[in-house]
């Protein structure tokens, strides 16, 4: 990757569009791995739940994956913070949590990474500093705000990736977070995932200004637009962002362009958008596909190296689901553990 | 080898639905999310995906077919060589995981009973100083940073301003501006930001003005700081107080004049400290700043002025979960807590000239609750007065009530009298303020109910 030009961006709320740099070949590969685990391992979950075995919501994150793939490769993993929603699969996947744990969190398993406890919405690793799954719509926002102050107060050089949707974005502590966050100079990047619908209301049906990168105008927050469906453009953006909050600057927001294949949750009937809009982007705009074409294009991989990859994923996400419905239910002592301590 | 492709469920509670429209047709090979049939509930029609790669084999269910149950098999996908065979997971019936299999569990469920110390003792000799709840508060804020840097405090005017009601006067000179925080006024944020700062392990001290405020913020302390633990299978902590004044101040009418001891007391996760004199208050906060779980600290405008004997001590800390015995009688016993316990020792004072020996209890902590000390007392005296300033319904006393009701209800003399703030949003007018608040002359009369001297 040739070094980036450092960002002359300043306290406007107007930042530089990312510039999009090719990938390498060894990072074209990685992103294509990663985000196949992701699409397969949703894909097995929306089975496993149509077959009972996962109970609840369950929200899927297909069509979103170039999103958090791209920005993972931005950070220092394990000493970075993240945090996002409720449609948090993906984000754990990505920043490689087990995949057995969580399919058997989902499943309500003992050996789920929050023991079966937790569910699809809350799971949680300190080891690599992914704090939650949240299930209230931007309860997650201040609190990254405030995973960013502890890094500040403790003088390090740390970055909170602080994700949430179009939705979310009109909750109003997301503006109270933006604020202090503004105030304070917190390294946080607030990541909004705009996949145009909030559950079943499309971004237009609900919100006054659609433009998300510039909500944090009246707050003299940056922010970019990013074409968050192109891993290359996500990684460009989350670059500069990163070395924003690093280098100082406080806080800064990325308007991730996404789009979600599947319902809300599982119960979604699907009747606030056609079947074509959805057919159009699975067709034109696929991250994976993308990426796909580009290593075939370019005559890095061929078809049938890929298809071996695809199938290391699938036996991955086979094993996650074999461990998800044999693993047995948490022991009934646990549960009055873990409240206090 | 071959998938057999079954009837999804589109939530937890369906239970059957109707195949409506195949979209494949036996031979149509098929991608893992491509649209293969659609299926309707009363609720919603759903598009069933493909899951694997392969050649429909077999369509089993036609379209049409009505009342198909969850998980029966509707369609087999034909395995596609090697990348197939290695793709099905067995469908295991629904029924398994239906019929509540308890693992290996061998012991029954039930709540941890952890056993909380008595109070230090206070070394003879030891210099008692006369302390405001105020100064008391203070100086547990300025011990616990002192001996802690990850410890600080941010809310509302606590820095410049010095406090809103003065609680972290000279905070700022000592600590600057890096651990003492003004913050915008915004209770929901910075209670939010509070809880991230502590799940990476600072220990703030959140300051809301008064805890009618916190109302505010009330998803963060409850959905975000409780319960987060549990949620995360004992993974996180969240190291945080909330704390500031709570209850009827004077002349503030209904929305800044409210007890909000037994909404906090409700959750699992929360621990609720209320303390009435100095000395609780010093021990108890900072044994709150140390704790590891998220508490709600309870104060009361009305006795920050007022002065109590503090030990002078090097690191005076109390346990959070017992409550003090602040005097022994054998007659009645009156359970209070916070401004509560102002009435109750006002009442046992006069109750004693008429010769009645009052058992008063301090319960200090809301939750967890220290009722063997109350049910001992009952044991003992045969008569319970519990006293608040909160509502009426659902409230403390009744709690305490039902659970001496269920381990001590042989050793009653009297039904217990549960002694709160009238069921009333608080009035303005001075003479209805009075009116609305529970009294020293009401905890007097019923006293005497329960002793049967009226």
């Known amino acids: 990757m040739a070094a980036r030009k450092p960002s002359t961006r300043t306290a406007s709320s107007k930042a530089k569009a990312p510039t999009n740099k090719d990938f390498t070949q060894e990072q074209d590969m990685s992103a294509y791995e990663d985000m196949l685990l992701i699409r397969r391992f949703e894909e097995k979950a929306g089975q496993l739940y149509g077959m009972g075995l996962i109970g609840g919501f369950c929200h899927l994150y297909i069509g979103q994956e170039a999103v958090v793939t791209g920005m993972q490769m931005c950070i220092r993993e394990g000493e970075d913070q993240l945090l996002t929603s409720y449609r948090d699969h993906g984000h754990m996947l990505a920043c490689g949590m087990d995949p057995k744990g969580v399919m058997a969190e989902l499943t309500g398993r003992k050996g789920g990474l929050s023991k079966g406890k937790g569910g699809s919405m809350h799971m949680f690793s300190r080891e690599k500093q992914f704090f939650g799954g949240h299930g209230i719509v931007g309860a997650q926002v201040p609190i990254g705000a405030g995973l960013a102050f502890a890094n500040k107060y403790r003088g390090n050089d740390k970055v909170s990736l602080t994700y949430f949707g179009d939705g979310a974005s009109n909750q109003g502590q997301v503006y109270e977070s933006f604020n202090m966050a503004s105030l304070w100079k917190l390294p946080v990047i607030f990541i909004v995932e705009n996949n145009q619908y909030a559950m079943g209301t499309s971004v237009s049906r609900s919100s006054a200004q659609t433009d998300f990168a510039q909500r944090g105008a009246a707050f003299s927050i940056p922010g970019v637009k990013v074409d968050g469906m192109d891993v290359r453009e996500v990684y460009a953006a989350g670059q500069d962002a990163v070395e924003h909050c690093r280098s100082g600057k406080g806080p800064i927001i990325l308007e991730m362009n996404t789009y979600r294949y599947r319902g809300h949750s599982m119960s979604d009937p699907a009747k606030y958008r056609s079947k074509d809009e959805v057919q159009k982007m699975r067709s034109d705009h696929d991250p994976i596909e993308q990426v796909k074409q580009r290593i075939l294009d370019k005559g890095w991989s061929d078809e049938e190296a890929l298809k071996a990859i695809d199938k290391n994923v699938r036996e991955t996400v086979k094993q996650a689901a074999d461990f998800a419905t044999n693993d047995p239910e948490p022991d009934v002592s646990e549960l009055y553990t873990d409240i206090l301590v | ?454």
Request: hydrophobic content about 40%; aromatic content about 6%; overall charge negative.
């Open chain 2, 1 to 454: 080898m071959t998938i057999e492709i079954l009837m999804p469920a589109l939530s937890p509670t369906m239970e059957e639905g109707t195949l409506a429209k195949w979209l494949v047709k036996e031979g149509d090979e098929v991608q893992p999310g491509d649209v293969i049939a659609e299926i309707e509930t009363d609720k919603a029609t759903m598009e069933v995906e493909a899951v694997d790669e392969g050649a429909i084999g077999k369509i089993i269910i036609a379209e049409g077919s009505e009342n198909v149950k969850v998980n029966t098999v509707i369609a087999i996908l034909a395995g596609e060589g090697e990348d197939v065979s290695s793709t099905g997971i067995s469908p295991l019936p629904t029924e398994t995981f239906e019929s509540e299999t308890p693992g290996t569990a061998s012991l029954p469920a039930e709540p941890i009973m952890v056993e909380v110390a008595s109070d230090p003792d206070i070394p003879e000799g030891t210099e008692m100083v006369s302390t405001t709840v105020r100064d008391a508060l203070r100086d547990a804020m300025a011990e616990e940073m002192r001996r802690d840097d990850d410890v600080f405090v941010m809310g509302e005017e606590v820095a410049e301003y010095q406090g809103a009601y003065k609680v972290t006067q000279g905070l700022l000179d000592e600590f600057s501006s890096r651990r003492v925080i003004d913050t915008p006024i915004t209770e929901h944020g910075f209670a939010g930001l509070g809880v991230g700062a502590a799940f990476a392990g600072l220990k703030p001290i959140v300051e809301f003005m008064t805890f009618n405020f916190a109302m505010q913020a009330v998803d963060h302390i409850i959905n975000s700081a409780a319960k987060t633990r549990y949620m995360s299978g004992g993974q996180m902590g969240c190291p945080i107080v909330f704390r500031g004044p709570n209850g009827a101040a004077s002349r503030v009418a209904a929305q800044h004049s409210q007890c909000y001891a037994v909404w906090y007391s409700h959750i699992p996760g929360l621990k609720v400290v209320m303390p009435y004199t100095a000395a609780d208050a010093k021990g108890l906060l900072k044994a709150a700043i140390r704790d590891p779980n998220p508490v709600i600290f309870l104060e009361n405008e009305v006795i920050y002025g007022k002065s109590f004997d503090v030990p002078k001590l090097d690191d005076f800390v109390l346990p959070i979960g017992k409550a003090r015995i602040h005097k022994a009688g054998v007659d009645v016993t009156i359970v209070s807590f916070g401004i509560g316990m102002k009435y109750a020792i006002e009442a046992s004072e006069i109750l004693t000239n008429v010769g009645i020996d009052a058992e008063v209890i301090d319960l200090r902590t809301i939750r967890p609750m220290d009722l063997d000390t109350v049910i001992s007392s009952v044991q003992k005296t045969g008569r319970l007065v519990t006293v608040e300033e909160g509502f009426p319904q659902s409230s403390v006393g009744s709690y305490i009530a039902s659970e001496v009701s269920k381990r001590a209800f042989d050793y009653l003399d009297a039904p217990v009298i549960t002694l709160c703030g009238k069921d009333v949003p608080m009035p303005y007018a001075a003479n209805l303020e009075k009116l609305a608040l529970v009294t020293t002359d009401e905890v007097v009369e019923a006293v005497k109910t329960v002793t049967y001297m009226k």
